[in-house]
């Protein structure tokens, strides 16, 4: 089992930053992949940012490349979220996931509201 808490979410202003953090313990030498998903209020969860642990290959959604950064550290204990530019689309709970082979570990998410 992996274990995942998320922080780091808030109020910030569009244009704002904001850097979320997720903490991973457990069986983490397993974990081959690592990514943040975001859920905003009446729609489906969506995928925003990967890692690849082994190599650091990156992905991300096409609405967030070139303002967000997703980085892990700490021998896959540390996930990282960078938004810069943040807009009020943004505005979601944002949740840490991790990946083995065989299973999918998800944190209970933290809230970021982009707002005037």
């Known amino acids: 089992q992996v274990q995942l808490v998320e922080s780091g979410g808030g109020l910030v202003q569009p244009g704002g930053s904001l850097k979320l953090s997720c903490a991973a313990s457990?069986?983490?030498?397993?974990?081959?992949?690592m990514a943040w998903f975001r859920q905003a209020p009446g729609k489906e969860r969506e995928f925003v940012a990967a890692?690849?642990?082994?190599?650091?290959?990156?992905a991300y959604k096409d609405s967030v490349k070139g303002r967000f950064t997703i980085s892990v550290a700490d021998a896959k204990k540390s996930l990282y979220l960078q938004m810069n530019s943040l807009e009020p689309e943004d505005a979601a709970v944002y949740f840490c996931?991790?990946?083995?082979?065989?299973?999918?570990?998800w944190g209970q998410g933290t809230q970021v509201t982009v707002s005037s």
């Open positions: 890692v690849i642990t082994h190599g650091g290959h990156t």
């Open positions: 996931n991790a990946r083995s082979t065989t299973d999918s570990f």
């Open positions: 457990g069986r983490t030498p397993f974990i081959n992949a």
